[in-house]
């Protein structure tokens, strides 16, 4: 007897151009998400576009809890966001926190209800699942990796060991953002090697 698997379907979720610049860049791209008719069953994994995550390197917490790691992480995007912050959903993954506003993560699982064709199998910041996929091609001493939207540039340097920043901002030119990034952190070992990924 065989099982049958879903088969599984990658989504990026991404702004219009007119949709960049208003406070929640993402409830058109949802609205969009929930009328599409999936024809057969699906796992669907949603990678969402850099306009909606925001990120932060924290310090090395291997010795802390799961749960003191991610209030950590919290407290670096309160401090840097403020109050606001308190409300986002925070994942952190090898030095690396995320946040997205809670009504979008509540507005995705909202457009896979259970009994649909179409199962929510994972939510993914951009950034991660480009990083994911470009594993291998990182260098043991780290890289720079460019992620290029419109309007948009995130841009990661992973060191030797972690994640050392990652800067997410609304601006056109990568190549002028990695140049300040790399004057930043004049001083520190930066990598040679640039990655753009797609």
Known sequence: MSLLWPERREVRLEPLPEEIGEAEPWRGALGRLKAMAWPKRLD???????????????????????????????????????????????????GLACAIDAALLRGLRECFPKGGKARLASVQPRLMAAFNDARRR???????????????VCLARLGAQRWASVHNAREADWEQALERERSRASGETLPSRVLVLP
């Open 138 to 152: 990182i260098p043991g001493e780290g890289a720079w990796l460019v992620l290029a939207e419109a309007e948009r």
């Open 44 to 94: 669907v994994s949603v990678v969402l576009s850099n306009h909606f995550v925001r990120y932060a390197v924290v310090p090395d917490g291997s010795a802390a809890s799961g749960d003191e790691e991610l209030a950590l992480a919290r407290f670096h995007f309160v401090k840097i966001h403020g109050e606001r912050a308190k409300s986002w959903e925070v994942r952190i993954s090898q």
